[in-house]
Antibody, heavy 119, light 112 residues
Framework: EVQLVESGGGLVQPGGSLRLSCAASGFSFNNYWMTWVRQTPGKGLEWVAH????????HYVDSVEGRFTISRDNAKNSLYLQMHSLRAEDTAIYFC????????????WGQGTMVTVSS | QSALTQTASVSGSPGQSITISCTGTSSDVGGYNYVSWYQQHPGKAPKLLIYDVTNRPSGVSNRFSGSKSGNTASLTISGLQAEDEADYYC????????????FGTGTKVTVL
């Protein structure tokens, strides 16, 4: 079964750090760009970051540039999002997703992991 | 990157057709054929309905269709069904600032 499973969410204080993981199974992980998308509860979707198949190219939304780092380990079929200097506005459900055609065609999504930034 | 603009809500009766619009700029929707559409039911992950403006992934009903004119993309749902009641989001590649992607503000579809 093609599947993505996120983990690592939780409650963290402002200024703190958290590392999210996304385990892929059922497909050739190293053939796809991978993406993180977040959603504030009750609000819309926001694209956060993506990474090329071999990890050689990464891009971020402006609001997380310099604070978040996306990475992947193709040997472990895993995607990561290291988050530093967390702010209240980073509170959201974080989804990982596969980009089917490298054109923003996110066809496989995980169930999401909740990150809450609060004191 | 500013979110693409979508109508906040659209409603229709079962069997009708409705169209959801997604307006951007020449740096995103108008400049590239990389528009996708997603359906999201409460508490669930989004589901890809349309990619590259007009293409449907395998398994998606042909009641869903996509198009684009200038800086506005559209999703049409024909033969509206109760299970189509959900939130819908567009997404586009954007060359504004960092090359990346930007989602729309979302549209709540209500089946009357």
């Amino acid at each position: 079964e093609v599947q993505l499973v996120e983990s690592g969410g939780g409650l963290v204080q402002p200024g703190g750090s958290l590392r999210l993981s996304c385990a892929a199974s059922g497909f050739s992980f190293n053939n796809y760009w991978m993406t993180w998308v977040r959603q504030t509860p009750g609000k819309g979707l926001e694209w956060v970051a993506h990474i090329k198949q071999d990890g050689s190219r990464v891009h971020y939304v402006d609001s997380v540039e310099g604070r978040f780092t996306i990475s992947r380990d193709n040997a472990k079929n895993s995607l990561y999002l290291q988050m530093h200097s967390l702010r209240a506005e980073d509170t959201a459900i974080y989804f990982c997703a596969r980009d089917l055609r490298s054109t923003g065609s996110f066809d496989i999504w995980g169930q999401g992991t909740m990150v809450t930034v609060s004191s | 990157q500013s979110a693409l603009t979508q109508t906040a809500s659209v409603s229709g009766s079962p069997g009708q057709s409705i169209t959801i619009s997604c307006t951007g700029t020449s740096s995103d929707v108008g400049g590239y054929n990389y528009v996708s559409w997603y359906q999201q039911h409460p508490g669930k992950a989004p589901k890809l309905l349309i990619y590259d403006v007009t293409n449907r992934p395998s398994g998606v009903s042909n009641r869903f269709s996509g198009s684009k004119s200038g800086n506005t993309a559209s999703l049409t749902i024909s033969g509206l069904q109760a299970e189509d009641e959900a939130d819908y989001y567009c997404n586009s590649y954007t060359s504004s600032n960092t090359p990346a992607y930007v989602f729309g503000t979302g549209t709540k579809v209500t089946v009357l």
